[in-house]
Structures are given as structure tokens and as C-alpha cells.
């Protein structure tokens, strides 16, 4: 309630795209609801809402979403990022859309980009996890994320275990208040974030940033084991939409890219050194481009993806 209180009028239409079992919310026609579902259809009066599996191809997702023509979307972010760059490539708006709203995986600053450029519309963000549920919600004044602390306790710990500072990176790591069928104590939920500070008056501790999952761990040549941060990997590089980056060999990466347009050589060259630093390693690297950078079953995205380590 407090999300959509937040950010949204709930007297408008909602479309959702999420997981769905067998042929539940199949396209073309999904699934139309009067409410929006939920503990808030039961506390308070709500437009429509309708729902579509998130095992429907992109252009069919693009043709239900022109038909159903939303107030509001929520999506994952990986998704949304996939129909973004759609419309982008063949001019469709939606009329009636006001704003995206992402869950259930990390949200990259190309997502936001690409929805404000190719659909004329802002991002929401939900922090939240599949075991513990909603962790933290982006902040009617800013991209900050608040805890929700009555719900759950959240630390943000450095490699010492100790509590991270603002503008400190840290382990996620939480404790659910409510979960009194299976209660978990500081369960680490596997991802990295900044701590940030009060800025709007509201006295929920803020998290800045969510800066990636511990999957994204790289062991060098040499042995040493880092977390690689990625989140602003292709900062001024507009005409990228979309990348992902594969450990094809000990030392060697390819960097996927969907993008407006190839890099030129001087580009290319730049982010290859820009590679090279996050990295802290000179791989070779080798850019191949795309159309579509394929989602897994689950709709989500890896943004790293190591081929040399065991499965």
C-alpha cells in the first residue's frame, strides 16, 4: 500500500508481466482483473488491472500492452529494457503509459535511460528478494530506496563484517520481522549495496544504490576473488542499451552489446580500458553485437556470465 500510496493513483489501469504456471495470462489476451489483486483490492478501491505471462515474445508483449494501453506497468527490469528497445527500433509509444514499475531483480541505470528516452516515462524501483519479500521502495523524491523497517531489519556489512558507512559498499544481509513460520536471522540474500543518507525527511534508513548480485565474483589469472561492479560500467556511452559480459577463456571477454549503432574503433578502445580497470586485469576483449540480448526462463538477466567455471 505504502508503494503504491507513494507513487501511483490506484483509480488507474495496472499491467503486469511476471512468471505465470502453464498457459496462465497467455497472450493475446492475458488476464483482466476489476481490482489490482492483492492485500490493497481488499484495503482500498482500485481501477483495472490485467495480467500477462512473461513467457510471451517481446513484440507480442508490445502488441497486448498497445491494446491494453496502461496508466502503470510493472515488469522486471530486464523486460521492460527488451520492449523499451522494441519501440525504440519501430517508433511505438503508449499513450496512457505514466511510469514503469520494476521488481524482483537488479535495476540497471540503462533501464531507466532507455524507458525515459524510448517511452517518455520515469522508473519505479522495488527492492525485494523471493525469501524475504519487499526489502526496500525507491522514494517519491529521489532514486534512494527505503527500508522498510517495520517489515524487515536490514545490515549492510563490509568484508569485516562490521556496519557500513554512507556511501560505503556492503553484503546485504537481513532479518524478516513477520516470517514466524520459517524465521531466518541475518540472512545474507546474495547482493552488494550502497548505504545512503536522509535527504527527504522521512526516517527510513536509505540505501542509495543496489549494486549487483555476489554472482558477478570474478577470480583473476592469479587467484584473487573481487566483486565487479557493473552498475555504472557504460556511463557515457549513450547509444548502448543493453550489455552483458562472458568469460569465454582465463583471459578473455566478450562484451554483448545492443546498442544504436556498432562503437567505433576510438569507442571501442575506450571501453576496453574502462574493462580493464574494473577488471583490474588487461583481458582481452572482443565486442560482438546484437539484437537481443536473451533473458533467462525466469524473465530475469545475468549482466556477468563465467563459460570457464564449473556449473
Same mark, same amino acid.
Given at each position: ?10 483509480? =488507474?489501469?495496472?499491467?503486469?508481466? *511476471? ?24 484495503s482500498f478501491a482500485t481501477g483495472e488491472s490485467a495480467l500477462l505471462n512473461i513467457g510471451t515474445r517481446i513484440e507480442d508483449q508490445v502488441d497486448w500492452l ?11 527490469? $530486464?523486460?521492460?529494457?527488451?520492449? $523499451?528497445? &522494441?519501440?525504440e527500433r519501430h517508433q511505438i509509444r503508449f499513450p496512457s503509459l505514466k511510469q514503469v514499475h520494476t521488481m524482483a531483480d537488479l535495476l540497471r541505470p540503462e ?24 526489502? $526496500?521502495?525507491? /522514494? ?9 523497517? #517495520? ?17 560505503e559498499v556492503g553484503q546485504v544481509v537481513t532479518t524478516p520481522l513477520h516470517n514466524f513460520a520459517m524465521p531466518l536471522i541475518r540472512y545474507a540474500v546474495g ?10 525527511? *522521512? ?11 555476489? *554472482? ?14 557493473? =552498475? ?21 571477454? #566478450?562484451?554483448? =552489446?545492443?546498442?544504436? *549503432?556498432?562503437?567505433?574503433? +576510438? +569507442? ?9 580497470? /574494473?577488471?583490474? &586485469? ?7 553485437? &546484437? ?15 563465467? +563459460?570457464?567455471?564449473?556449473?
Amino acid at each position: 500500500m505504502r508503494d503504491h500510496l507513494w507513487h501511483r493513483d490506484p483509480n =488507474l489501469r495496472l499491467a503486469a508481466i *511476471r512468471p505465470q504456471s502453464g498457459n496462465e495470462a497467455a497472450y493475446p489476451d492475458g488476464k483482466i482483473f476489476d481490482k489490482w489483486g492483492g492485500m490493497e483490492a481488499r484495503s482500498f478501491a482500485t481501477g483495472e488491472s490485467a495480467l500477462l505471462n512473461i513467457g510471451t515474445r517481446i513484440e507480442d508483449q508490445v502488441d497486448w500492452l498497445q491494446r491494453y494501453d496502461p496508466d502503470y506497468i510493472l515488469i522486471y527490469p $530486464a523486460n521492460i529494457q527488451a520492449i $523499451a528497445i &522494441h519501440c525504440e527500433r519501430h517508433q511505438i509509444r503508449f499513450p496512457s503509459l505514466k511510469q514503469v514499475h520494476t521488481m524482483a531483480d537488479l535495476l540497471r541505470p540503462e533501464v531507466r535511460t532507455v524507458c525515459r528516452e524510448a517511452l517518455g516515462v520515469p522508473v519505479v524501483d522495488i527492492y525485494s528478494s523471493a525469501v524475504i519479500g519487499y526489502i $526496500a521502495l525507491q /522514494c517519491p523524491e529521489s532514486e534512494n530506496l527505503h527500508i522498510q523497517s #517495520e517489515y524487515v531489519f536490514v545490515e549492510v556489512l563490509n568484508g569485516a563484517g562490521m556496519p557500513c558507512k554512507p556511501g560505503e559498499v556492503g553484503q546485504v544481509v537481513t532479518t524478516p520481522l513477520h516470517n514466524f513460520a520459517m524465521p531466518l536471522i541475518r540472512y545474507a540474500v546474495g547482493d552488494f549495496a550502497e548505504v545512503g543518507s536522509f535527504s527527504c525527511g *522521512r526516517t527510513l534508513p536509505v540505501l542509495s544504490q543496489i549494486m549487483g548480485r555476489a *554472482r558477478s565474483m570474478v577470480r583473476l589469472p592469479n587467484g584473487d576473488l573481487f566483486y565487479v561492479n557493473f =552498475l555504472h560500467l557504460v556511463k557515457g556511452f549513450e547509444v548502448i542499451r543493453q550489455f552483458q559480459i562472458v568469460r569465454t577463456a582465463s583471459e578473455a571477454l #566478450e562484451m554483448k =552489446l545492443v546498442a544504436k *549503432r556498432n562503437l567505433n574503433a +576510438e +569507442e571501442e578502445a575506450g571501453l576496453t580500458q574502462i574493462l580493464h580497470e /574494473c577488471f583490474r &586485469h588487461p583481458f582481452t576483449i572482443f565486442f560482438t553485437y &546484437h539484437d537481443e540480448i536473451p533473458r533467462s526462463a525466469s524473465g530475469k538477466f545475468e549482466d556477468y556470465k563465467d +563459460e570457464t567455471e564449473p556449473v
